[in-house]
């Protein structure tokens, strides 16, 4: 089970460009409780899996204080027979060396947010006083290598990245020596508020081809098989007929809960935004109760709903009409169409790798569905 | 209509990185071989630990 938990709520020490929060209420810090934190731990131990994953996120989840992790992974241990699986996605600002040796010592998996090369990150995410960022991330990300604490890294791209997306990789590749990471993209679906006062930062869908025409191209020329896109990856999957693994392409929306900060539960972070859209509150209900409840089980019906063009696309069984949040009034993904042709370029690429009779697992190879229909 | 390229700008057929995606997939289950598909609306809480190799997607990292 994966679970998404955010112990401010929205609040954060940044402005980024696109936050989809920024809208909201980011003059008072709220934390979610000890007692409440206590059962939210209980609650997951309770559920039925023999692991659960829980995603620190926010806002800015460092905010919530050391102490309240420190009281997380105290809790958890009560539950000896669960394996928790703490995942944390932070801006590192607050990143010093107890944070850091806290997480090495508890075997936090952590992610940093970072656009690329000073020139697009910085302006990108300032902090709340209009100042840059990039410096100080650049320090921090400094502390978590001397201590060897690995890191994972997400990087947001607007319509300002589009100059900049080969550089940024080549950036995460060569000077920061990473090997994995993922990229997200800002479009009038994924932040409307935002995007609605800036409408410049938007990516339209040629715009969208773009970014992935660079992406394709340097994952390609980097001839490095330890190198993972990870929005790449979900494309390469499907080509082999295999099971994407991230939930936009999988389907299998509705699975995850995120607890806010009051309690609150949302099927996804990308939901949580309006109180209507909560699926039940932990002060009033368990996670179980909440999860199995006539709610929970009415938005995963509605998230498998289809769009007629998905019942004669080849594609369909690894798209599954993408993100649920992402869907037009018509209820069909916003990026059908570029997910389509990404589909068929990267199926390209990968059958023509197995053709060529390259050292893979060549039970991988030759079961995409490229012979299905041309739609 | 979007303005992808229809062909890769790069030739693929020696990438490694074409290699390592392909070699990284084979712990992926088949589409329609994943019990999850069936118990998504009814189950919840899927069928992640059976399925998933997160661990094993982890060390091949």
């Known amino acids: ?375 | 209509m979007p303005a992808v390229l229809e062909t890769p700008r790069v030739m693929a057929q020696k990438s490694e990185s074409v290699l390592g995606s392909i070699n990284r997939m084979s712990a992926l289950p088949f589409v329609g071989d994943d019990p999850e598909d069936q118990h998504t609306v009814n189950n919840w809480r899927g069928d992640w630990d059976k399925w998933d190799n997160w661990d094993q997607w982890d060390q091949n990292r």
């Open chain 1, 1 to 375: 089970m994966i679970t998404i938990v955010k112990p401010i709520g929205n609040f954060c020490n940044l402005r980024c460009l696109y936050c989809f929060y920024a809208h909201l209420d980011q003059n008072h810090l709220r934390r979610m409780g000890n007692d409440l934190l206590k059962k939210l731990i209980r609650d997951l131990s309770e559920v039925g899996n023999p692991k659960v994953t829980v995603i620190w996120h926010g806002g800015e989840p460092l905010l919530a204080g050391l102490e309240f992790y420190q009281l997380a992974v105290e809790e958890q241990s009560r539950y000896p027979y669960i394996q928790f699986d703490n995942r944390l996605q932070t801006n590192a600002i607050l990143l010093d060396e107890e944070w850091i040796a806290f997480f090495k010592e508890h075997g936090f998996g952590i992610g940093i947010s970072l656009d690329g090369t000073r020139q697009i990150h910085d302006q990108h995410r300032k902090d709340a006083g209009q100042n840059p960022t990039f410096d100080r991330i650049m320090k921090n990300i400094g502390l978590m290598r001397e201590a060897d604490l690995k890191f994972g890294l997400i990087q947001t791209t607007t319509a300002k990245s589009i100059p900049f997306v080969r550089e940024s990789q080549e950036f995460f590749y060569q000077e920061l020596g990473l090997r994995s990471w993922n990229v997200n993209f800002v479009d009038r679906a994924s932040c409307p508020e935002n995007v609605s006062s800036d409408p410049s930062i938007a990516l339209s869908d040629d715009d969208l081809c773009q970014v992935y025409d660079e992406l394709i191209d340097f994952w390609l020329a980097s001839d490095d098989r330890r190198l993972i896109i990870d929005e790449l990856d979900q494309f390469v999957a499907a080509a082999l007929g295999r099971k994407p693994r991230c939930c936009h392409f999988r389907g299998c929306c509705g699975n995850f809960s995120c607890v806010d900060y009051d309690g609150s539960v949302y099927p996804c972070d990308r939901l949580c935004s309006s109180p209507e859209d909560a699926i039940g509150n932990l002060q009033e209900s368990n996670m179980s109760e909440i999860m199995n409840g006539d709610r929970a089980r009415k938005f995963r019906i509605n998230a498998r709903v289809l769009h007629p063009d998905c019942l004669v696309c080849k594609w369909q069984p690894f798209c599954n009409n993408g993100c649920t949040a992402m869907r037009d009034s018509n209820g069909k993904y916003r990026h059908c169409e570029v997910r389509r042709k990404i589909f068929d370029r990267v199926s390209l690429i990968v059958n023509n790798y197995g053709s060529k009779g390259g050292e893979c697992d060549a039970s991988s190879v030759g079961n995409a569905p490229g012979d299905g229909p041309e739609v």
